[in-house]
């Protein structure tokens, strides 16, 4: 399949989590394909965003591949990659709230997750496109500081190195009086959370036409 963008993502392994976070966005990543979601009402309007993206935590953001550069080529880049980075882990995962959005984030030391994070954006960005005027303008919309300016300038992307923050997505942006009910109700429906959290894989997805991303490859950190 053709795709438009690539990533590089933590997904979590087959089991009661990746089937969770499937069900709850309504998309599974593994298989690219739509899942029925709870009959809970309004769930599909507030996973609206983040179910074209799949249930994962980011690693390297989505990006262009450079002129030149082939997926088959960024494929044996990010195997390599993977040969040489250790596997990371902390004590678990917990639901938080995020500005006004719902996501599992990592409870304890991070700093395991943030180097597997780091290595992925700085080892595969020669594969990277540099994006165009108008995602600069689109990504400055958002008030960056001068560090994140930098980062975007660098990187592609201004929440990498040192403002990149772990987090696996389960809702849109909620409205200020709905976050205290949608955290009650994701609570209720998710499985037990790992603990500890083992970040032992890094997964290669694409972006179809179709505005989706789906797993192209899953890679073992044996560093």
Same mark, same amino acid.
């Given at each position: 399949?053709?795709?438009?963008?690539?990533?590089?993502?933590?997904?979590?392994?087959?089991?009661?989590?990746?089937?969770?976070?499937?069900?709850?966005?309504?998309?599974?990543?593994?298989?690219?394909?739509?899942?029925?979601?709870?009959?809970?009402?309004?769930?599909?309007?507030?996973?609206?965003?983040?179910?074209?993206?799949?249930?994962?935590?980011?690693?390297?953001?989505?990006? %262009? $591949? @450079?002129?030149?550069?082939?997926?088959?080529?960024?494929?044996? #880049?990010?195997?390599? &990659?993977?040969?040489?980075? /250790? =596997?990371?882990?902390?004590?678990?995962?917990?639901?938080?709230?995020?500005?006004?959005?719902?996501?599992?984030?990592?409870?304890?030391?991070?700093?395991?997750?943030?180097?597997?994070?780091?290595?992925?954006?700085?080892?595969?960005?020669?594969?990277?496109?540099?994006?165009?005027?108008?995602?600069?303008?689109?990504?400055?919309?958002?008030?960056?500081?001068?560090?994140?300016?930098?980062?975007?300038?660098?990187?592609?992307?201004?929440?990498?190195?040192?403002?990149?923050?772990?987090?696996?997505?389960?809702?849109? %942006? $909620? @409205?200020?009086?709905?976050?205290?009910?949608?955290?009650?109700? #994701?609570?209720?429906? &998710?499985?037990?959370?790992? /603990? =500890?959290?083992?970040?032992?894989?890094?997964?290669?997805?694409?972006?179809?036409?179709?505005?989706?991303?789906?797993?192209?490859?899953?890679?073992?950190?044996?560093?």
């Amino acid at each position: 399949m053709s795709y438009t963008r690539f990533a590089i993502y933590f997904v979590p392994p087959h089991g009661a989590l990746a089937e969770f976070g499937a069900r709850w966005l309504g998309w599974d990543l593994a298989t690219g394909s739509a899942v029925a979601q709870p009959g809970i009402a309004g769930l599909a309007t507030i996973t609206r965003t983040p179910r074209k993206y799949g249930f994962h935590g980011t690693l390297k953001p989505p990006f %262009r $591949l @450079a002129d030149g550069c082939d997926p088959d080529g960024l494929a044996r #880049a990010v195997q390599a &990659m993977a040969a040489t980075c /250790a =596997p990371a882990r902390c004590e678990g995962l917990h639901l938080s709230r995020i500005g006004r959005f719902l996501a599992l984030t990592p409870v304890g030391d991070t700093g395991g997750i943030e180097r597997v994070a780091a290595t992925c954006v700085r080892a595969l960005d020669d594969w990277r496109a540099p994006p165009d005027a108008a995602e600069l303008s689109r990504r400055r919309r958002a008030r960056l500081t001068e560090r994140q300016d930098a980062l975007l300038t660098r990187w592609g992307y201004p929440y990498v190195m040192e403002e990149f923050r772990f987090h696996m997505t389960l809702t849109g %942006r $909620l @409205a200020p009086d709905e976050v205290a009910q949608w955290h009650e109700t #994701a609570t209720a429906h &998710m499985p037990d959370l790992p /603990a =500890p959290f083992v970040m032992d894989a890094i997964a290669l997805v694409g972006e179809r036409k179709d505005g989706h991303f789906e797993l192209i490859q899953c890679y073992t950190l044996t560093g």
